[in-house]
């Protein structure tokens, strides 16, 4: 995942793209850049590294002007270097252009062997540049034809920021996998975020979500939405609300932490066992703990304390850092685990190791039993579209049983949420025009947007963002 953020028509652009970034910070921590327009030309600065440490106070004076857009970025399989920071600039010919991307283009590799084969120089490996050659090579009269030019000519996920010198083009892929809301400042000006809770910090009016195939285009004169691609059923990314959104955020007109939730009283009742006390793999699984908590009875209490000092070990790139990161990140409390039978609720089990290590550290601190519940289905599939999934082989549940996984975490017994529940759970918090268009191919293997056939080996090296 990655977060992106627009603002237009504000006179602190860039101050409350910068703030936005802060509460993006959970969807990627390798690097974070802005870039802004004060109407004549384009200012950036971009680097690894987390948002507070980059744009210090200099920084920020040196991105004048009343539009900017900004990312926080992680990657998936490729570099993780600064040539990769987004959102990319250029210029070609008829000006300057920008552009942060969220998601993944599942065709990147074949695309820019295209672009290669007639003369296109590639500076990094991201599949956001190629967005840009693109965008270059268009014969299109206007900056948001060109956009939707360049767009038709590849397939994948993509919530898109453009900025111009005079203006913003936001675009969301026609099955609106990744999320993307916009919103309006109290003061002044048009944002457009990943995420609703942006909206919050800075104090603006959540508006509504961009739909799937919009295009959003923003200058002086006015805001209007255009609908460039043809209309396809939604496909809306199931693990935003399983997972990555923040709590606190609006997708698709509910509330995250209600969708949570209810996958945890669904759990619940899925999955009873007679237990003293629920607790959650913090933060992203407490959600579901109270909603499993509320539905079996059983006490919600805190017995796992996590570190906001570090990040979330699930987006780390080296694997050595996303093992040692779990002792740093997480610590038992004894008092409330010693001589309990424990019902710990996480999210999600991908490769089964992290899990592990919690069960191991809640047994260490003397738990009788260990239940663990997990508030998604078994994770079978990589996600092709933005999500840092590793390849089918290092998913346990693709090639393990549940008996087999709860023998390998060390649980006294394993429950997934099934299928069946997830999509019932979001049924209950979405409206029905909603909750008909999800993707949820990491659960099912059943992808909205096939694959190029064969895979190419180069695809594997190209960044996803």
């Not at 990147?108 to 967005?131: H, P, W, Y």
């Amino acid at each position: 995942m990655c977060g992106v953020i627009g603002v237009f028509g504000h006179p602190e652009a860039a101050n409350l793209a910068y703030l936005g970034l802060h509460a993006l910070q959970h969807r990627g921590q390798e690097s974070a850049g802005i870039v802004s327009s004060d109407g004549r030309q384009l200012h950036w600065v971009r680097e690894m590294g987390h948002v507070g440490d980059i744009f210090t106070e200099e920084r920020l004076r040196r991105l004048p002007g009343s539009s900017a857009i900004g990312h926080v970025r992680y990657s998936t399989t490729g570099d993780s270097s600064s040539k990769n920071a987004q959102p990319l600039a250029v210029n070609y010919a008829h000006g300057q252009v920008a552009v942060a991307h969220n998601g993944n283009l599942v065709d990147a590799a074949n695309v820019r062997s295209r672009l290669e084969a007639k003369g296109s120089i590639f500076q990094g490996t991201s599949d956001t540049e190629i967005l840009l050659h693109l965008l270059a090579h268009s014969q299109e009269c206007d900056f948001s034809s060109r956009i939707a030019d360049a767009l038709r000519s590849v397939h994948g996920a993509y919530s898109l920021v453009f900025l111009s010198e005079s203006s913003l083009v936001v675009v969301r892929d026609p099955l609106g996998i990744r999320p993307l809301s916009l919103g309006r400042h109290k003061k002044n000006g048009w944002v457009v975020a990943s995420e609703s809770c942006v909206f919050d910090l800075i104090e603006a009016e959540h508006i509504r979500d961009i739909d799937p195939g919009e295009m959003l285009v923003v200058d002086a004169e006015r805001a209007r939405s255009l609908r460039p691609f043809l209309p396809e059923e939604p496909r809306r990314c199931v693990f935003e609300w399983i997972y990555f959104a923040r709590p606190d955020s609006i997708i698709a007109g509910q509330s995250v932490c209600a969708a949570r939730e209810a996958m945890g009283r669904r759990l619940a009742i899925e999955h009873p066992v007679p237990a003293d006390i629920a607790i959650a793999v913090p933060d992203s699984g407490t959600a579901a703990a109270i909603g499993y908590a509320r539905a079996s009875g059983i006490a919600f209490d805190q017995g796992l304390i996590r570190s906001h000092y570090i990040g979330r070990t699930f987006i780390e790139p080296a694997e050595s850092i996303r093992h040692f990161g779990v002792k740093l990140k997480l610590s038992p409390v004894r008092d409330v685990l010693a001589g309990r039978r424990v019902v710990v609720v996480d999210d999600s089990i991908v490769r089964g190791t992290t899990s592990g290590k919690i069960i191991g550290m809640i047994r260490a601190a003397g738990a009788r039993e260990v239940h663990l519940r997990i508030s998604s289905p078994p994770t079978i599939g990589p996600c092709h579209y933005g999500i840092d999934t590793p390849d089918r082989s290092k998913l346990i549940a693709s090639s393990h049983t549940v008996e087999e996984i709860r023998r390998f975490v060390g649980a006294d017994s394993l429950g997934y949420l099934s299928l069946e529940g997830l999509h019932q759970s979001l049924a209950s918090v979405l409206t029905s025009h909603e909750h008909r268009g999800l993707c949820d191919a990491c659960f099912s293997n059943r992808y909205p947007i096939p694959l190029p056939v064969p895979m190419r080996s180069r695809q594997l090296r190209l960044l996803s963002v």
